[in-house]
């Protein structure tokens, strides 16, 4: 199975700082990554799908990149409803895998 | 509005089976893939099995393999896991997705059930 891990598992941010999540896959997974936002007793929410294409009505501070191994999810200016826990998951092939997650929180 | 409803969590025992389903609506169900997924409480997310349009592939975690069976009835919008020899630690809110294909985009999730498995 594809094991994705994630750093940081935990950051602390202010409102309008720039944050990077990375997301690292254990063997090539083209593009086929996507990001999830959840915030508790919610259920996830898609931001990024295809390594870098903004899922609708997500606003446009939030941008992904990479293709292969390394992907990052980057909130370009940090705003109050931001702050939740991140996920990636990939679906190259089955078993598809979630990375651990990455919590965001106030400094 | 498109909606996925998900039913039958519920407290069972070590040892006990289960069935989830997840109601489709708002869309051609038989247009997507779908999965099941799966958060035990404080942890993070665990994808548990995927199916194709049709039925005619699926995949499933190594933490449940020869333990649950996923499958659709697209006649009837919806979507099904079978859980047998359930453990303490299949414990866990499970939810539904829609599966846009590629690009690990589950754009569509139900709100969950919750599934206790205690004696």
């Known amino acids: 199975a594809i094991q994705m891990t994630q750093s940081p598992s935990s950051l602390s941010a202010s409102v309008g700082d720039r944050v990077t999540i990375t997301c690292r896959a254990s063997?090539?997974?083209?593009?086929?990554l996507g990001w999830y936002q959840q915030k508790p007793g919610k259920a996830p929410k898609l931001l990024i799908y295809?390594?870098?294409s903004l899922q609708s009505g997500v606003p446009s501070r939030f941008s992904g990149s990479g293709s292969g191994t390394d992907f990052t999810l980057t909130i370009s200016s940090l705003q109050p409803e931001d702050f939740a826990t991140y996920y990636c998951?990939?679906?190259?092939?089955?078993?598809?895998?979630f990375g651990p997650g990455t919590k965001v929180d106030i400094k | 509005e498109v909606q996925l409803v998900e039913s039958g969590g519920g407290v069972v025992r070590p040892g006990g089976s289960l069935r989830l389903s997840c109601a489709a609506s708002?869309?051609?169900?038989?247009?997507?893939?779908m999965s099941w997924v799966r958060q035990a409480p404080g942890k993070g997310l665990e994808w548990v099995s995927g199916?194709?349009?049709?039925?005619?592939?699926?995949g499933y975690a190594d933490s449940v393999k020869g333990r649950f069976t996923i499958s659709r009835d697209n006649a009837k919008n919806s979507l099904y896991l079978q859980m047998n020899s359930l453990r303490a630690e299949d414990t866990a809110l499970y939810y539904c997705?829609?599966?846009?294909?590629?690009?690990?985009?589950?754009?569509?999730w139900g709100q969950g059930t919750m599934v206790t498995v205690s004696s």
């Open positions: 998951l990939q679906d190259y092939n089955y078993p598809f895998t």
């Open positions: 199916i194709n349009w049709n039925g005619g592939s699926t």
């Open positions: 295809a390594a870098s």
């Open positions: 708002g869309f051609t169900f038989d247009d997507y893939g």
């Open positions: 063997q090539g997974i083209r593009n086929d």
């Open positions: 997705a829609r599966d846009v294909a590629s690009g690990g985009a589950f754009d569509i």
